[in-house]
């Protein structure tokens, strides 16, 4: 499965193609992986070196609205791709996630699971990873609660002040990431990888 899938992806990113991503289109030499139902590809901007997506080939939001063979090729291609990430890179363990919904901090309203190669010691703290997910966008925390504040007020558990954080997704004109060159050398290694 995983052979053929990147064999897919090397010709789909030598023909000059496209995939979108929720609203974005990228380009397909940033794949690594492509079957009929599924697409895994590098991380405009990964929180840890290795950062890659697993997503449905067609653009879906929510997790519930999979079908049956899509999440289960979803996960099967996560899977395969965390072993043969691991050994190359040779991580220690892996963070996999999915963020359903933009109140679960979805910064793309198409389905993707985050695999993320660790190391112990890579982050000083070993949530922090849940708290980088947050700041897709590149701002810090406190930076983004700030501009993203909508009605302040409110009383949180334990008193203080409840923050509502509305979703930031730049225009792709705004995005200042990797570059292609970078993302396409990252996703030709991956393709090596799983031959």
Not at 8 to 17: E, F, Q, R, Y
Not at 24 to 53: D, E, M, Y
Not at 86 to 104: P, S, T, V
Not at 109 to 118: A, C, F
């Amino acid at each position: 499965m995983m052979r053929a899938g990147a064999l897919k992806a090397k010709t789909l990113a030598d023909s000059g193609s496209s995939f979108k991503f929720g609203r974005f289109s990228c380009k397909a030499t940033q794949l690594f992986f492509s079957s009929p139902l599924c697409i895994g590809f590098v991380n405009l901007r990964p929180i840890l070196p290795g950062h890659v997506l697993i997503s449905p080939t067609r653009v879906v939001s929510r997790v519930a609205d999979l079908t049956d063979e899509e999440l289960c090729e979803l996960w099967r291609a996560a899977r395969h791709t965390a072993v043969a990430m691991e050994r190359h890179l040779g991580a220690e363990g892996l963070n996999m996630a999915i963020q359903d919904g933009e109140a679960a901090g979805q910064s793309v309203p198409h389905v993707h699971v985050h695999l993320i190669p660790r190391k112990g010691g890579d982050l000083a703290r070993n949530d922090e990873i849940y708290e980088r997910m947050e700041d897709f966008d590149g701002r810090p925390r406190e930076e983004a609660s700030n501009k993203d504040t909508a009605g302040g007020g409110g009383e949180a558990p334990g008193g203080g002040s409840a923050k509502k954080m509305k979703l930031h997704v730049p225009p792709d004109s705004e995005r200042v990431d990797r570059s292609e060159a970078d993302m396409e050398r990252e996703a030709g290694e991956m393709r090596d990888i799983l031959l």
